[in-house]
């Protein structure tokens, strides 16, 4: 057994595309923008449904997707997201991916761009970043349980 | 593990003077406290720099850090190595994986920063 903190928990969980609460999740976003929809049974009642089904009806404006860097530099929560130089979503998580050599991102780009393949530009500080929307889990070597 | 013959930052940055150009990498305190590093952010070649300015970024699981220039002087020579092995500075922070070489410093800069001893004290107190 090896010592495993927080930092190898969140590449783990981030190579494998797993949303997390604070970061992909939170009271700003739909299930439908954070790819939860399977999860939600809207024959049944619950609080917040109207709103989901309002939603839905209305369109969806971002979506969550996975993003393959070019290179090692990562791009981290609240970076913003460009596309032909204007801002239109934003990382939620980010790190270098170890089991890939690159850094991975996820983050909420336009719902119509969701397409892998789509590429974006990440501003960090002065420097911009180039990724590609990639289908997810980034890590397809599955886990211990599956 | 602080080496006898180099000079230190409050920052965990070392320096090696030879003649009047200064080689520079991060402290063993310092690689350790980063974790795995995943990314360094080198300078450009030629760019001037000034005493405790910003110089590169090294990027670890944990955080991003920036790393300040002990000297001020001209960047005359990058670790080309860590570009694709950042990790080296883990293994070898004062040998393989220094990070940068300034040239043209000024001697009388090097009143400002810390000997080995006073690096240790320091490291000691945080």
Redesign the interface.
């Known amino acids: 057994m090896e010592p495993a903190g927080l930092?190898?928990r969140?590449?783990l969980r981030l190579e494998m595309g797993y949303p997390l609460y604070g970061q992909e999740m939170d009271e700003h976003r739909t299930p439908f923008e954070a790819g939860l929809d399977p999860y939600v049974k809207l024959k049944k009642d619950f609080i917040g449904r109207d709103a989901l089904l309002r939603q839905r009806a209305e369109g969806i404006s971002q979506g969550l997707v996975g993003l393959l860097l070019e290179?090692?530099?990562?791009a981290?929560h609240g970076f913003p997201i460009l596309r032909d130089g204007v801002p239109c979503g934003e990382v939620t998580s980010g790190?270098?991916a170890?089991s890939l050599g690159r850094?991975v991102s996820l983050g909420y780009v336009p719902w119509d761009h969701r397409a892998p393949g789509t590429r974006f530009e990440i501003r960090s500080g002065h420097?911009a970043l180039t990724a590609e929307v990639v289908p997810l889990p980034f890590y397809k070597k599955g886990t211990v349980r599956a | 593990m602080i080496p006898k013959n180099l000079k230190y930052t409050e920052e965990h940055e070392w320096v090696r003077v030879e003649d009047d150009s200064a080689t520079i990498g991060i402290s063993d305190y310092a690689q350790e406290a980063l974790g795995d590093i995943t990314f360094v952010e080198l300078p450009e070649i030629g760019k001037q720099v000034a005493q405790f300015e910003d110089l590169a970024v090294i990027e670890s699981v944990k955080a991003a850090s920036d790393i300040y220039a002990p000297l001020s002087g001209k960047v005359l020579e990058v670790n080309p190595a860590l570009e694709e092995a950042p990790e080296t500075i883990n293994q070898d922070c004062y040998g393989e994986g220094w990070i940068c070489k300034l040239s043209g410093i000024v001697e009388t800069e090097m009143e400002k920063l810390l000997s080995a001893e006073a690096y240790e004290k320091l490291i000691a107190s945080e």
């Open positions: 930092g190898a969140d590449t290179g090692r530099q990562a981290r790190s270098f170890p850094a420097r």
